[in-house]
T-cell receptor, first 112, second 116 residues
Framework: SQKIEQNSEALNIQEGKTATLTCNYT??????LQWYRQDPGRGPVFLLL???NEKEKRKERLKVTFDTTLKQSLFHITASQPADSATYLC???????????WGAGTKLIIKP | DADVTQTPRNRITKTGKRIMLECSQT?????MYWYRQDPGLGLRLIYY???????NKGEISDGYSVSRQAQAKFSLSLESAIPNQTALYFC???????????????FGPGTRLTVL
């Protein structure tokens, strides 16, 4: 069956360390993958897009990798800060109409 | 994002009632979407519209209907609400001119719907 998996348990990280979140998928062949941030009571906010032919993408303290062989994307936040605490969602982009398929998200908690 | 607004923000209703959730956007985007979010599940697409005359069913359209009244307005209706439609509902927009397959989506603040 097709599915997207993100760590369901909250990830607790000490401030200043690198946080790494995982998005695994099966039986999909996405051409693109996006990462979003969602704060409580708010809608998701777009962070980064990576294409299947890109191994890595960076934006400030954020880094995303995309391994189509492993069917996995990793999302890294370096020098993490308490303000980075949120739920992070991955989304695969499929098909000619570019429909997004979403993971359930991982809650990240950065402790001071 | 203040550019995408949803009303109401919270709604409690009873089984069998008809409910309409409204979404408006000032971003000038042509594409609009309705999702629901349940704890432990990813966002699931209910309906999407690529322009005023183009409306498509998503993954979980049963029990829902939509209306695209204008480019800026997209409403979601529950004709006869049932308890398992209790969820957080999000409207989103995207711009087909912004780069096709990237389809970055911009979300409203959500409507928390409870069906008793």
């Amino acid at each position: 069956s097709q599915k997207i998996e993100q760590n369901s348990e909250a990830l607790n990280i000490q401030e200043g360390k690198t946080a790494t979140l995982t998005c695994n998928y099966t039986n999909y062949s996405p051409a693109y993958l996006q990462w979003y941030r969602q704060d409580p009571g708010r809608g998701p906010v777009f962070l980064l897009l990576i294409r299947e032919n890109e191994k890595e993408k960076r934006k400030e303290r954020l880094k995303v990798t995309f391994d189509t062989t492993l069917k996995q994307s990793l999302f890294h936040i370096t020098a993490s800060q308490p303000a980075d605490s949120a739920t992070y969602l991955c989304a695969l982009i499929l098909g000619s109409n570019y429909q997004l398929i979403w993971g359930a998200g991982t809650k990240l908690i950065i402790k001071p | 994002d203040a550019d995408v607004t949803q009303t109401p923000r919270n709604r409690i209703t009873k089984t069998g009632k008809r409910i309409m959730l409204e979404c408006s956007q000032t971003k000038g985007h042509d594409r609009m979407y309705w999702y629901r979010q349940d704890p432990g599940l990813g966002l699931r697409l209910i309906y999407y519209s690529f322009d005023v005359k183009d409306i498509n069913k998503g993954e979980i359209s049963d029990g829902y209907s939509v209306s695209r009244q204008a480019q800026a307005k997209f409403s979601l209706s529950l004709e006869s609400a049932i308890p398992n439609q209790t969820a957080l509902y999000f409207c989103a927009t995207s711009d087909s001119r912004a780069g096709g397959p990237t389809d970055t989506q911009y979300f409203g603040p959500g409507t928390r719907l409870t069906v008793l």
